[in-house]
């Protein structure tokens, strides 16, 4: 989904500010004599559900508007003035640039004889896409997009082998828009073929094994559906190599919601195709083909509020689902005859959340999560036990993944003090060796230390939230803290290196990661309880945890920030709006904030399913209980607030942020302040989050701590 917690970049504008440092009590302030600019005023008048709502600034919601374009113009000017003044920024920005270029590496996709894998590395904008030759040979570069545009605002989104590693297939994407380009590259010799697909976002590919061409998903060109609705319809496709992607054949779609979003698998023998539909974030349904076959799709799972998902191997269907079970479960059912009534359990649920089983060497791997960090565990076929495999420490793996016909898995592994690692693991005796590492020489992880701690939240739910920073720091009730959260779509936060974050620890700070409800850290029962009517359970967690680390003396009101980006970014605007008084700085990054006009921009039709539409009476209600717009108080005094937001999200609206920061600057008491201001960052060339170089990435992470720094009165 709107699957970005990373934040938002530095839009550059070199202007003149003076700085006056007062520290008694106080943070350095700026000496800026003008407020804000003042937007212009246009209000619109909607009667929804009964309800009359004026909006203010609904020009804003159009970027090619004249008064939009001046708006923008004049508060990324005014940012600048209160930003770039601000005490020990040069210092920032040399501590974030070390940091920053401690480099990445992903978990390797098997093809034939070699590992396809992603490593970054020092000052490099992009990873790179490398292939080994064999377990132990070297890594050549296969693709490097850091070539493509010489800002690094190219960005490899997706990359798929084929079976026998001659081919990968490849999305790329400028300037953070995510609208893929499908190309194909010959392994042997880097030659790219001529095959080029277009609207091929977020796609999901599956090669036949023959080379010969492959399934994969794309969306409809400008013209072939109703305006506004190419960002819909996603279908499946088959594509034989070296023919007209116009003339490729539709194999799945035709007829469906819009808005649902297929993904599709093959077989182990190459026979079967599985197409598996979500249908947001509570339901997906699956669909067989036997490609010997002309008869027609078979539904196997149908009408059923659960989620499923499918591994195959020999004839058979490995099913993990949620059905009848929060916490996940594994069936087995012959492909020949996959019907629900046909279908066998095999490993039952537990009190871990079962992420996801894939079928590797002829066996099961499974992944769960316990209370927020990871497990990994090994079965038969039959569904026993086979052994637990040993993590490096408790923290978070990511992309395990292996082959039916190899006998060893590979999987990522990280953690708050532990940088992404990849381990291989030798599946006839079960032990794990270490791969691939990232190298991280100017951070002491062992001087820092991780709580994992419960608080309790409104209605008398307990929730975890981990506490990270220097051993031995002291309770004083001072301590600059920055609490972030989620709490949505099914996604866990899990203990994951955030190398800008030693930044904020190496001066004293406290980072805290509350595990909200609306995540999966406890199951689907967790996620129901975040989502729909049930939504501000999760603003209730957040504020129980901000009141948890002031009562116990970590910090307080006046030295607690928070942080949260796209779904976390409604977090940060429910939190403005409904405890103002408990935080005195807010980074609010790719936010929603209108919830009762949401639906109505990029690909926001497909998160109703998760929070609900203002078209609908009855979910018109809760929202608009909620929506942060619709609940800024004329003179109310708020925190110090940074919003963030990229001229070329396509996934949530830079609109949001645009009409939040006006409405606040208007209304807020503190809305023209200097000492406390209410900031409107936008950021050219740059999206939601995927694909940020590191360059971008530094300016805004600069602004960001800038910010926070001066506000919770650290020195830098």
Known sequence: MLGGLRLLTVFL????????????????????????????????????????????????????DPDTKLYVEQELSYTRTILDPLPGREKINARLSQLLEIGSVGTPQMGGKDYFHTRREGNQNQPVLYVREGLNGDDRVLLDVNQLASDGTVALDWWYASEDGKYVAYGTSPGGSEV????????????????????????????????????????????????????????????????????????????????????????????????????????????????????????????????????????????????DAPHYRVFVADTANPKRENWKEIIPQTDAVLQGVSVTGGKLLAHYEHTATSELKLFTL???????????????????????????????FQSFTVPPSIYRVDLSDVKSALWAKVDAPSIDS??????????????GTKVPMFVVGKKGIE???KNPTLLTGYGGFNVSLTPTFNRSMYLWMEHGGVYAVANLRGGSEFGEDWHRAGMLENKQNVFDDFIAAGEYLVAQNYTD???????????GGLLMGAMITQRPDLFRAVVCAVPLLDMLRYQNFQIAK????????????????????????????????????????????????????????????????????????????????????????????????????????WQLGVEP
């Open 13 to 64: 504008i070199l202007l003149i500010g003076v700085v006056a440092l007062v520290y008694a009590g106080e943070s350095a302030v700026p000496s800026i004599s003008a407020g804000p600019p003042k937007a212009k005023v246009a209000p619109v008048e909607d009667v929804v559900q009964g309800h009359k709502i004026v909006d203010r600034y609904r020009y804003l919601e159009n970027p090619n």
């Open 382 to 412: 039959g569904g026993h036990k086979l052994a637990d495999i040993s993590l490096p420490a408790i923290g978070n793996v990511f992309g395990a993944s292996g082959r039916y016909d190899r006998n060893e898995i590979f999987f990522g």
């Open 475 to 477: 309770k004083n009730g």
């Open 446 to 459: 062992a001087a820092y230390d991780v709580q994992q701690v419960w608080y309790t939240s409104k209605d």
């Open 606 to 709: 497909l998160w109703i399913p998760e929070y609900g539409s203002a078209e609908d009476a009855k979910q018109f209600e809760w929202l608009y209980a909620y929506s942060p717009y619709q609940h800024v108080k004329p003179g109310q005094e708020y925190p110090a607030i940074l919003f963030m937001t990229g001229d070329t999200d396509t996934r949530v609206d830079p609109m949001h942020a645009k009409k939040m920061a006006a409405l606040m600057q208007a209304e807020a008491k503190n809305g023209a302040s200097t000492d406390k201001p209410i900031l409107l960052r936008i950021e050219t060339k740059a999206g939601h989050g995927q694909g940020k170089p590191v360059t971008k990435q530094i300016e805004e992470s600069t602004d960001m701590y800038s910010f926070l720094f």
């Open 557 to 567: 009101r006046g030295h607690l920030a928070i942080y949260g980006g796209s779904n």
């Open 180 to 323: 893929s380009t499908l190309r194909v590259i010959e392994t042997a010799t880097g030659k790219l073929l001529p095959d080029w697909i277009e609207r091929t976002r977020a796609a999901s590919l599956a090669w036949k094994h023959d080379d010969s061409g492959f399934f994969y998903t794309r969306y409809p060109k400008k013209g072939d559906v109703p305006e506004g609705q190419e960002v819909y319809h996603r279908h499946v496709f088959y594509h034989a190599l070296g023919a007209d992607p116009a003339h490729d054949p539709l194999i799945f779609g035709e007829g469906r919601n819009p808005e649902w979003w297929p993904d599709v698998s093959l077989s182990d023998d190459g026979r079967w195709l599985l197409i598996h539909e979500g249908q947001g974030w509570t339901k997906t349904e699956m669909f067989l083909k036997d490609l010997t076959s002309k008869d027609p799709l078979l539904e196997i799972t149908t009408g059923k509020n659960f989620l499923y998902g499918a591994d195959f191997y020999e004839g058979k269907l490995y099913i993990t689902t949620n059905e």
